[in-house]
Nanobody, 121 residues
Framework: QVQLVESGGGLVQAGGSLNLSCTAS????????MAWYRQAPGKEREFVAHVNWVGIRKRYADSVKGRFIISRDNAKKTVYLQMNSLKPEDTGTYYC??????????????WGQGTQVTVSS
């Protein structure tokens, strides 16, 4: 059974940066697309970014395009989210997700427990 553990969240001022990590257990990571989602208080979980199994095809939500970068290291079974130029509206709990299959389809096979990001104005 896959387990995903996020880290790297915290409190940062607007304009600052954070780098989130998500490390997977199990043997399916390198064959699976991965994604980051976030959920703000009182709102539904929303898509942030995804990357395919080899780390070449990437897609971002319009709200983070040009500011966030998703990447992965299959040898370390880790996916990253570099977040720059952070805004207060980026505040929320950030979750990583593993996909069934190497290209993102939205069929999530595992979720992490989440890491909190708070951006102060």
């Amino acid at each position: 059974q896959v387990q995903l553990v996020e880290s790297g969240g915290g409190l940062v001022q607007a304009g600052g940066s954070l780098n989130l990590s998500c490390t997977a257990s199990g043997r399916t990571f390198s064959n699976s697309a991965m994604a980051w989602y976030r959920q703000a208080p009182g709102k539904e979980r929303e898509f942030v970014a995804h990357v395919n199994w080899v780390g070449i095809r990437k897609r971002y939500a319009d709200s983070v395009k040009g500011r966030f970068i998703i990447s992965r290291d299959n040898a370390k079974k880790t996916v990253y989210l570099q977040m720059n130029s952070l805004k207060p509206e980026d505040t929320g709990t950030y979750y990583c997700a593993q996909n069934y299959g190497g290209d993102w389809s939205g069929q999530v096979s595992a979720w992490g427990q989440g890491t909190q990001v708070t951006v102060s104005s």
